[in-house]
């Protein structure tokens, strides 16, 4: 099972990013997937996650800003973000998990990317 993330970069105050995240090796419809992200000096943290289009999760800081979404016939995640608000710069994680039941943000994960950074600059 690999993921890799691929879309940071820097993005100035109150703009947008979209992140993605290819899965290889399994049945990608089947797993809870999410998005983790870590400041520097700071414990990683959940962001978003996703069992299937209708089942979405986000952590309060990003909720009406941030989306999850995920392209099973591509076995490709999503991240888009919206900078309404000031956020910091970090490095954001997709992440695995099977099953796909109990999949909530911040829930365990199995399988983890190398991450990507994103850079807010103001």
């Known amino acids: 099972v690999q993921v890799v993330e691929t879309g940071g970069g820097s993005v100035q105050a109150g703009g947008s990013l979209r992140l993605s995240c290819a899965t290889f090796?399994?049945?990608?419809?089947?797993?809870?997937m999410g998005w983790f992200r870590q400041a520097t000096g700071k414990e990683r943290e959940g962001v978003a996650a996703?069992?299937?289009?209708?089942?979405?999760s986000y952590a309060d800081s990003v909720k009406g800003r941030f989306t999850i979404s995920r392209d099973n016939g591509k076995n490709t995640l999503y991240l888009q973000m919206t900078n309404r608000k000031p956020e910091v710069t970090a490095t954001y994680y997709c992440?695995?998990?099977?099953?796909?039941?109990?999949?909530?943000?911040?829930?365990?994960?199995?399988?983890w990317g190398k991450g990507t950074l994103v850079t807010i600059s103001s």
């Open positions: 992440a695995a998990r099977y099953p796909s039941y109990g999949c909530y943000v911040g829930s365990p994960m199995d399988y």
């Open positions: 090796g399994y049945a990608y419809s089947d797993y809870c």
């Open positions: 996703i069992r299937s289009a209708s089942t979405t």
